[in-house]
Nanobody, 126 residues
Framework: QVQLVESGGGLVQAGDSLRLSCAASGRTFSSGTAGWFRQTPGKEREFVAA????????YYTDSVKGRFTSSRDNAKNTVYLQMNSLNPEDTAVYFC???????????????????WGQGTQVTVSS
C-alpha cells in the first residue's frame, strides 16, 4: 500500500513558478513509475508528467515541455514537479500518482496508476 500527499500548490501570477511535492509512504514507491496529472472542473483528468523508477527518464505532455520538470528523491520517497513560466491555462488541481513500472504510452493513462494523492490546487492569474 502506498499513500501519497501533495503539497506546494497556491495562487500565483502568470510567469511565476511553483514546486509541487509528493511525499509517499510505502516501500514499493521507489520501484515504480510516478506521474503527475491535473484536472479542471468538468474535464477529465489529464496527464502532465511521469518519471521512471530511477528518476533518469521523464515524460511530459506537449503543453508543459520546456516549462515543467519532474524529479524524484527515492531516499526521501518524494517526487517533485517544478513548474516555471506558469500561465492561466495551467490552473487546475494537480494530483500525483504511483504505480508499477510502466513503459510507453501506459505512463499517460490514469487507469494504470494504482495510488493517488488528494490533489493540490494551482491557480495562475493573468
Amino acid at each position: 500500500q502506498v499513500q501519497l500527499v501533495e503539497s506546494g500548490g497556491g495562487l500565483v501570477q502568470a510567469g511565476d513558478s511553483l514546486r509541487l511535492s509528493c511525499a509517499a509512504s510505502g516501500r514499493t514507491f521507489s520501484s515504480g513509475t510516478a506521474g503527475w496529472f491535473r484536472q479542471t472542473p468538468g474535464k477529465e483528468r489529464e496527464f502532465v508528467a511521469a518519471i521512471n523508477w530511477s528518476g533518469n527518464s521523464t515524460y511530459y505532455t506537449d503543453s508543459v515541455k520546456g516549462r515543467f520538470t519532474s524529479s524524484r528523491d527515492n531516499a526521501k520517497n518524494t517526487v517533485y514537479l517544478q513548474m516555471n513560466s506558469l500561465n492561466p491555462e495551467d490552473t487546475a488541481v494537480y494530483f500525483c500518482a504511483a504505480g508499477r513500472r510502466m513503459y510507453g504510452s501506459n505512463r499517460y493513462r490514469v487507469r494504470n496508476y494504482d495510488y493517488w494523492g488528494q490533489g493540490t490546487q494551482v491557480t495562475v492569474s493573468s
